[in-house]
Nanobody
Framework: QVHVVESGGGLVQAGGSLRLSCGPS????????MAWYRQAPGKQLQMVAK???????NYQDSVKGRFTISRDNAKNTAYLQMNSLKPEDTAVYYC????????????????WGRGTLVTVSS
C-alpha cells in the first residue's frame, strides 16, 4: 500500500525559511505530478505549487518569487523551498502525488499525505 511521507514542517519567524519534502513510501514506476496544497485555519484547501514529470511548475500567485518546488525523480522526492515566510503562510501543508503508478501497466492513482504544520510567527 502506498503512503505519502512528508517532512520539514515546524515553527519559524517571519522572514525565515523552511523546506518541505515528500515522496511515496514504496518505489514507483512513475508519478505524473507532485504538488503541495495548504489549508489555513477556517479557510479552504488551496494549491500552493505543483511540478510535473517534465519539470514544469505552477504556483499560487501569493507564493511566486518566495517558494520553489522541485523534484528529484531518481529519489522520487519533491521539495518545497519556502523563503521569506509570512504569518499568512501558516497552514497545514499537504503533499499530493498525482497519477502514481507502482508498476508498468498498473492504474495511475492519486495519493495525499497527512499534512505537516507550518507556523510562521510575527
Amino acid at each position: 500500500q502506498v503512503h505519502v511521507v512528508e517532512s520539514g514542517g515546524g515553527l519559524v519567524q517571519a522572514g525565515g525559511s523552511l523546506r518541505l519534502s515528500c515522496g511515496p513510501s514504496v518505489s514507483t514506476y512513475s508519478i505524473n505530478v507532485m504538488a503541495w496544497y495548504r489549508q489555513a485555519p477556517g479557510k479552504q484547501l488551496q494549491m500552493v505549487a505543483k511540478i510535473n514529470s517534465s519539470g514544469m511548475t505552477n504556483y499560487q500567485d501569493s507564493v511566486k518569487g518566495r517558494f520553489t518546488i522541485s523534484r528529484d525523480n531518481a529519489k522520487n522526492t519533491a521539495y518545497l523551498q519556502m523563503n521569506s515566510l509570512k504569518p499568512e503562510d501558516t497552514a497545514v501543508y499537504y503533499c499530493k502525488l498525482e497519477g502514481l503508478s507502482v508498476r508498468v501497466g498498473t492504474r495511475a492513482t492519486d495519493y495525499w499525505g497527512r499534512g505537516t504544520l507550518v507556523t510562521v510567527s510575527s
